[in-house]
């Protein structure tokens, strides 16, 4: 019997790659470069890129890496082919994340449609948001979609609520004290060039410091007008059983299909990663989860309409075809393959 075998189009997989690229990363830092192969593109993480301070591990790194790729996935499955996703694929390049490609041909499903058509419109919101509570029927939908990506999301009650916030004030405040913060920080603000972010993505101050949004514009020349934010906002906590890499690729896709999830709703998000970049509270985060890691707090609501943060010439991410690996890399972890559900 004849096999039919889908290879998706240079022309398709280039459209993949112009929407991985919208992901979220870490200060938009967009750690990411690809290759695109027969019927298939590597994602490799750009180590270079990766935020020393803030994220010394490069697990901020590896999430923001998920989130591209699951973006792929989701525009690979509207051009009518079902994903296959490979995790390092090969274990002499540690570098390379992951192989993207099609098992077979279907038409995209109505879910599939719904999240492609987030990708552009999702943006980070640090604007105050309306004093309205957020839907338990999408609070649902957000956890559904982490659980969709073998994570999990933990809305927080009030107590709870106040209790991760004050996490987030303290590790704040620690990491702004470290040696090369501020450095940092002015290497990714208003960096320009398609990168970091730029002034007008930094949202106002919270005169009442309730929400611990990243003050980026700390290191600007000029204050940022202030405002006051929501008294009670919506806060959950993404998580993973593990924390290895693959807990942390795993992370960054569920974190995108959240906001994707979250934008398709018509609510505003914004990730608040400072309690996770800290093993002090991090680990105070885990016990109020049971134990599990915890890879990102976000706070979600109703928002005002936000402008889009650029992105890097696309060339600048791309490798050549058939070109050698970026980097020598040390031997790799295993190699994991699946077909996504
Ligand atoms: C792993 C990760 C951690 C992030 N942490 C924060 C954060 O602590 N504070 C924040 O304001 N934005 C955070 N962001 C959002 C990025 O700054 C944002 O995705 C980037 O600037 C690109 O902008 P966009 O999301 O509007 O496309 C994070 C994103 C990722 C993927």
């Given amino acids: 019997m004849a096999v039919t075998v889908a290879a998706p189009s240079r022309a398709v997989l280039m459209e993949c790659i112009r929407a991985g690229v919208l992901a979220p990363s870490l200060h938009n830092s967009q750690p990411w470069r690809f290759r695109v192969g027969r019927g298939r593109v590597d994602v490799y993480a750009d180590r270079g890129r990766r935020l020393s301070v803030l994220d010394p591990g490069g697990r901020e790194l590896m999430m923001s890496v998920g989130a591209a790729v699951f973006t792929m996935r989701v525009a690979l499955r509207r051009s009518g082919f079902v994903p ?42 640090r604007w105050p948001f309306a ?12 956890r559904d979609a982490a659980h969709r990506e073998g994570a999990f999301l933990s809305v927080a009650r009030s107590d709870a609520t106040e209790a991760i916030l004050d996490l987030a004030r303290a590790a704040d405040q620690v990491l702004r004290g470290r040696p090369g913060y501020r450095s940092e920080l002015a290497r990714w603000a208003a960096a320009g060039g398609g990168e970091g972010v730029p002034v007008s993505a930094m949202g106002p101050r919270d005169r009442l410091r309730t929400v611990p949004v990243r003050h980026f514009a700390e290191v600007l020349p000029f204050p940022l007008p202030s405002e006051r934010f929501e008294p009670h906002p919506t806060i959950v906590v993404l998580g993973t059983t593990g924390d290895t890499v693959f807990d942390h690729i795993r992370a960054g896709q569920a974190l995108q299909r959240v906001l994707l999830t979250a934008t398709s709703l018509g609510l505003a998000a914004t990730p608040i990663s400072q309690p996770a970049e800290l093993a002090a509270t991090r680990d105070r985060l885990a016990a109020a989860m049971s134990g599990a890691s915890p890879q990102i707090v976000l706070r979600v609501g109703h928002g005002r309409t936000v402008p889009p943060t650029p ?31």
Avoid: Y
């Avoid at 694929?89 to 098992?103: K, N, S």
């Avoid at 690996?325 to 996504?340: K, N, V, Y």
């Fill in 84 to 125: 296959r996703l490979e995790l390092f694929p090969d274990v002499d390049e540690t570098d390379l994340v992951a192989r993207i490609g099609a098992v077979r041909f279907a038409a995209p499903t109505a879910a599939a449609e719904v999240l492609a058509d987030a990708i552009p419109r999702r943006h980070t919101n």
């Fill in 311 to 341: 992105r890097r010439p696309l060339e600048d991410a791309l490798l050549p075809s058939d070109g050698r690996a970026p980097s020598a890399a040390p031997r790799a972890a295993r190699s994991r393959r699946w077909a996504p559900r």
């Fill in 131 to 142: 004093r309205r509570s957020v839907a338990a029927e999408s609070l649902h939908q957000l």
